[in-house]
């Protein structure tokens, strides 16, 4: 997508601390953290939010829940991380990207708000 900044990073053409990558997911640390460790684990093609995914997409969402977790373990949280998605801009979803937010490296309160 011609105007999205997450494809843009998939590309290269914007610069991104990239903490993994494979041939379908990325995972690059967020400009704003929140929390010692936050990474934004995305799919390289566009897809908008986890509810615009088509039943075609199932083996690249299982690939990004993968990713996720080899982004967890290469970021030393492995042991304990959140993931999660907003989706929808009620949900505090800014960029219209399908990505996961990994954050560790803090006492995760439980509900998030
Ligand atoms: P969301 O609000 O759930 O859509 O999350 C978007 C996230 O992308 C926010 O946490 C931003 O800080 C982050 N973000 C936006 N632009 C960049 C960028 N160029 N590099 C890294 N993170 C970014």
Not at 8 to 20: H, L, M, P, Q, S
Not at 22 to 32: G, M
Not at 51 to 79: N, P
């Amino acid at each position: 997508m011609a105007d999205c900044i997450f494809c843009k990073i998939a590309a290269g053409e914007i610069n991104a601390r990239i903490v993994y990558e494979d041939p379908d997911t990325l995972a690059f640390l967020d400009l704003n953290p929140q929390a010692p460790t936050h990474a934004l684990v995305i799919p390289r093609r566009h897809i908008p939010r986890l509810t615009a995914a088509a039943d075609t997409d199932a083996e690249l969402l299982g690939k990004l829940q993968l990713a996720a977790a080899r982004t967890a373990k290469a970021l030393k949280v492995d042991g304990a991380f959140r993931l999660v998605t907003n989706n929808g801009k009620a949900a505090g979803q800014s960029v219209d990207h399908l990505h996961y937010h990994l954050l560790g490296g803090r006492k995760l309160l439980w509900p998030p708000g």
